[in-house]
């Protein structure tokens, strides 16, 4: 069998399955995304390893796999930003820079004292804080565009506070790498933030002054799905931009880029044709990629309690970080958790780091292991938590409208108000 031939029986077989598991999920009240994730596990290397078995033998068809798989978390980013209002997001730019910040620090600075009271090793331990200080906020994304509630107050701080979240840990990672190797400069790391500072300000320059009139200039002209196209170009230049001039992640560029889209008219005719590309084809194969790019049976039963400690401080530094920046932000006490539950997953981010960290010598293979599984328990516990809480939320909101008749303002903000469904 040839490789084509291997990679659209792979693809058919992993897209049915995705949707699958996704309908199961719902059917037992839980998100999508968390059968996706699910089944990732169960066909990957951790149980039946089905992209090695004889059928796909003979091709690595993984790096191709990883590759679409990429695309679909951009995708993903570019949908959520495509449903914001940038001036709603900016309302909440108080929450963002609080629940950032916190959520950052939080559980880089309890990461880093657990990891030295253990190993008392100063540079591993300071270097595990550090990715459990990283977010991957495209999971509590998706999870919220399900539960109906991304265009909230929640959904707004929640992605605002991941683009500091994604600035700051970027440029924490700066500084401790220049400080082990023995050459720290000041002028490095103002340029690290110099760097991000300018492609934030120059895609937003330019997505805010240019891209609505390009993309009505597009839109008049006979090309089929031109504002598409356009939007995909967009997307992946932004993308690129951000990791190879803002030194950031590709995720923040494809949100910016979205943000930007999500101005134009023609965003409702950009709607249709994006999120069907996406949820059809990519974004099913990013999550349940998550599953198949890691092996369970790597972990290592003697770092147990490592790993619990680990596990416990990654879930609570981010609750009680980020949760206490929104709740200093403004926030009620239920956003608050909300929002620090969305912070919770480490996802790819948390990974780059790590393995950052091993190739710098910086960190061991062993400890790495530990990564892996707090990664592995934080991206899968995140929906489930998000719904539960969310429901909470809601729960709350109906008992307060019907004893006073009508929902308090700030049950008022956080009611869903998109129709719309992604999966």
Same mark, same amino acid.
């Given at each position: 069998?040839?490789?084509?031939?291997?990679?659209?029986?792979?693809?058919?077989?992993?897209?049915?399955?995705?949707?699958?598991?996704?309908?199961?999920?719902?059917?037992? +009240?839980?998100?999508?995304?968390?059968?996706?994730?699910?089944?990732?596990?169960?066909?990957?290397?951790?149980?039946?390893?089905?992209? +090695?078995?004889?059928?796909?033998?003979?091709?690595?068809?993984?790096?191709?796999?990883?590759?679409?798989?990429?695309?679909?978390?951009?995708?993903?980013?570019?949908?959520?930003?495509?449903?914001?209002?940038?001036?709603?997001?900016?309302?909440?730019?108080?929450?963002?820079?609080?629940?950032?910040?916190?959520?950052?620090?939080?559980?880089?600075?309890?990461?880093?004292?657990?990891?030295?009271?253990?190993?008392?090793?100063?540079?591993?331990?300071?270097?595990?804080?550090?990715?459990?200080?990283?977010?991957?906020?495209?999971?509590?994304?998706?999870?919220?565009?399900?539960?109906?509630?991304?265009?909230?107050? !929640?959904?707004?701080?929640?992605?605002?506070?991941?683009?500091?979240?994604? !600035?700051?840990?970027?440029?924490?990672?700066?500084?401790?790498?220049?400080?082990?190797?023995?050459?720290?400069?000041?002028?490095?790391?103002?340029?690290?933030?110099?760097? @991000?500072?300018?492609?934030?300000?120059?895609?937003?320059?330019?997505?805010?002054?240019?891209?609505?009139?390009?993309? +009505?200039?597009?839109?008049?002209?006979?090309?089929?799905?031109?504002?598409?196209?356009?939007?995909?170009?967009?997307?992946?230049?932004?993308?690129?931009?951000?990791?190879?001039?803002?030194?950031?992640?590709?995720?923040?560029?494809?949100?910016?880029?979205?943000?930007?889209?999500?101005?134009?008219?023609?965003?409702?005719?950009?709607?249709?044709?994006?999120?069907?590309?996406?949820?059809?084809?990519?974004?099913?194969?990013?999550?349940?990629?998550?599953?198949?790019?890691?092996?369970?049976?790597?972990?290592?039963?003697?770092?147990?309690?490592?790993?619990?400690?680990?596990?416990?401080?990654?879930?609570?530094?981010?609750?009680?970080?980020?949760?206490?920046?929104?709740?200093?932000?403004?926030?009620?006490?239920?956003?608050?958790?909300?929002?620090?539950?969305?912070?919770?997953?480490?996802?790819?981010?948390?990974?780059?780091?790590?393995?950052?960290? !091993?190739?710098?010598?910086?960190?061991?293979?062993?400890?790495?292991? !530990?990564?892996?599984? @707090?990664?592995?328990?934080?991206?899968?516990?995140?929906?489930?938590?998000?719904?539960?809480? +969310?429901?909470?939320?809601?729960?709350?909101?109906?008992?307060?409208?019907?004893?006073?008749?009508?929902?308090?303002?700030?049950?008022?903000?956080?009611?869903?108000?998109?129709?719309?469904?992604?999966?």
């Amino acid at each position: 069998m040839t490789p084509f031939l291997q990679l659209i029986l792979l693809l058919a077989v992993l897209l049915f399955l995705s949707k699958l598991a996704g309908y199961i999920s719902t059917r037992l +009240h839980q998100p999508a995304v968390l059968g996706e994730l699910m089944v990732g596990l169960l066909i990957g290397p951790s149980l039946l390893d089905l992209p +090695h078995q004889p059928i796909f033998a003979g091709h690595d068809l993984s790096v191709v796999l990883h590759d679409l798989a990429e695309i679909g978390v951009l995708l993903l980013m570019f949908v959520a930003g495509l449903e914001l209002n940038v001036r709603d997001l900016a309302r909440s730019s108080k929450v963002s820079v609080l629940a950032g910040t916190l959520g950052v620090f939080f559980p880089v600075l309890l990461g880093s004292l657990a990891s030295w009271l253990i190993s008392r090793d100063l540079q591993e331990a300071v270097f595990i804080g550090l990715t459990l200080g990283a977010t991957s906020v495209s999971i509590s994304a998706q999870t919220l565009i399900e539960l109906r509630a991304l265009r909230t107050r !929640v959904g707004f701080g929640l992605l605002g506070s991941a683009v500091f979240d994604d !600035v700051l840990v970027i440029l924490l990672m700066s500084v401790v790498v220049a400080i082990f190797s023995g050459g720290a400069r000041l002028i490095d790391i103002l340029w690290d933030l110099a760097k @991000m500072a300018l492609f934030l300000s120059g895609s937003v320059a330019l997505g805010w002054l240019l891209l609505p009139k390009l993309v +009505h200039k597009v839109s008049r002209l006979p090309i089929s799905q031109g504002v598409l196209t356009l939007s995909l170009v967009v997307l992946f230049t932004y993308g690129a931009a951000a990791e190879l001039l803002g030194g950031m992640a590709a995720i923040t560029g494809a949100f910016i880029a979205g943000l930007m889209f999500g101005r134009s008219p023609e965003r409702e005719q950009l709607e249709d044709g994006i999120s069907a590309l996406s949820y059809g084809l990519f974004v099913p194969l990013f999550f349940i990629n998550i599953g198949l790019s890691v092996n369970v049976r790597d972990l290592r039963l003697d770092d147990f309690w490592f790993t619990l400690v680990i596990l416990i401080v990654a879930v609570l530094g981010k609750l009680l970080g980020s949760g206490l920046g929104a709740w200093w932000g403004g926030f009620t006490l239920r956003e608050s958790l909300l929002l620090g539950a969305g912070m919770v997953s480490r996802g790819e981010v948390g990974l780059i780091i790590a393995t950052i960290g !091993v190739m710098e010598g910086f960190m061991s293979e062993k400890h790495f292991s !530990v990564i892996v599984a @707090m990664v592995i328990f934080t991206t899968l516990i995140t929906p489930p938590l998000l719904r539960y809480l +969310h429901q909470k939320q809601l729960q709350e909101a109906k008992a307060l409208a019907e004893k006073t008749g009508s929902l308090a303002p700030e049950m008022l903000e956080s009611t869903p108000v998109v129709d719309k469904e992604s999966i």
